[in-house]
């Protein structure tokens, strides 16, 4: 188990950036799954982006490719993800997420919230159009 603390959410106009991070604490594994979601008002929690530490695959939903960039630190042990080109419907609190059994996965698995056992309590991105 591993504890997870997301920052950097906030206001922004659209076509603006922002970049989240998730500050991972506790013991981890070589290998291990970290994924950003997010969750609008009256919406089912989405999978934004994944990442496999130790293992090298990155996934990303349809509705952020090229605009959204997940990427690790290892030695300041955080996560973050970068978002340009910011739209209104991207407005959500996001949550990191971590899976420390680290099986092997699909693309559509990674950012699923089944995967994950640890959970951030979530940021909030407001993007105005």
């Known amino acids: 188990q ?10 922004v106009q659209a076509g603006g950036s922002l970049r989240l991070s998730c500050a991972v604490s506790g013991s981890t594994p070589n290998q291990y799954y970290m994924g950003w979601f ?17 293992g090298g695959k990155i996934y990303y939903a349809d509705s952020v490719k090229g605009r959204f960039t997940i990427s690790q630190d290892n030695a300041k ?3 973050y993800l ?9 407005t959500a609190t996001y949550y990191c ?15 699923r919230t089944t995967l994950y056992d640890d959970w951030g309590p979530g940021t909030q991105v407001t993007v105005s159009s």
Do not use: Y
């Open 77 to 79: 042990n955080t996560v």
């Open 2 to 11: 591993v504890q997870l603390m997301e920052s950097g959410g906030g206001s």
């Open 38 to 54: 997010r969750q609008a008002p009256g919406k089912e929690r989405e999978g934004v982006a994944s990442i496999w530490i130790g």
């Open 97 to 111: 997420a971590a899976d420390l059994k680290a099986p092997v996965v699909t693309a559509m698995q990674a950012l």
């Open 82 to 90: 970068l978002m340009n080109s910011l739209k209104h419907e991207d």
